[in-house]
């Protein structure tokens, strides 16, 4: 039963276009979204996350909006550099934040910027 | 330099024999992880650990062992492993209500 999905495996884009990574998750009781990238070789790193109660947190390049009817977040990369192409995790968890439930992740999404 | 350690970072073992993944992070948190990482599955919990002495099952425990008798180690044990264990392991670990912080990994195969 996955509970957080990425239902695209691969997503290629144009350096300086907009990426878009898209998660949807199943468990109404996630208060808590965090991106990890991950590049080969490497462990996963936190790139952004998102509470609830927001429906949109800004990190520079990166956003992350919130839409909890549709129970859907996606991530936003503007503009696209060579250097974000890597595996993009979502993450959620429950109750209580990153530090007291499990992080339940998604299948993640490879993406690839091309100069 | 704050860091997660993990040793080995790859092993190649056989069904049965005994294995232990070490786990250490010097930023002194709290809570430790263990997660495994296969194609098309993301990464998916094995166990955690709140502090010292408090452990829990994650979404996927069968078949490994932790402990945590300090604070900054936090082994992964898998007292018989086999075939279905040969992952890409992370050990990540956080202070309290802080995104977590994941070591390199360890690729193990079971043959």
């Known amino acids: 039963d996955q509970q957080v999905k990425q239902n695209s495996p691969s997503l290629s884009v144009q350096e300086g276009r907009i990426s878009i990574l898209n998660c949807d998750y199943t468990n109404s009781m996630f208060d808590y979204f965090l991106w990890y990238k991950k590049y080969p070789a490497e462990g996963p790193t936190f790139l952004i996350s998102i509470s609830s109660i927001k429906d949109k947190n800004e990190d520079g390049r990166f956003t992350v909006f919130l839409n909890k009817s549709a129970k859907h977040l996606s991530l936003h990369i503007v503009p696209s550099q060579p250097g974000d192409s890597a595996v993009y995790f979502c993450?959620?968890?429950?109750?209580?934040?990153?530090?007291?439930?499990?992080?339940?992740f998604g299948q993640g999404t490879i993406l690839t910027v091309h100069p | 330099e704050a860091q997660v350690t993990q040793n080995p970072r790859y092993l190649i073992t056989v069904t049965g024999k005994k294995l232990t993944v070490t786990c250490s992070q010097n930023m002194n948190h709290e809570y430790m992880s263990w997660y495994r990482q296969d194609p098309g599955l993301g990464l998916r919990q094995i166990y955690y650990?709140?502090?010292?002495?408090?452990?829990d099952k994650g979404d996927v425990p069968e078949g490994y062992k932790v402990s945590r008798k300090e604070k900054r180690n936090f082994p992964l044990i898998l007292e018989s492993p086999s075939p279905n264990q040969t992952s890409l392991y992370f050990c990540a670990s956080t202070p309290l209500n802080q995104p977590q912080h994941f070591g390199d990994g360890t690729r193990l195969s079971i043959l």
């Open positions: 650990s709140m502090n010292v002495e408090v452990t």
């Open positions: 993450a959620a968890s429950g109750p209580g934040g990153t530090s007291y439930g499990k992080l339940t």
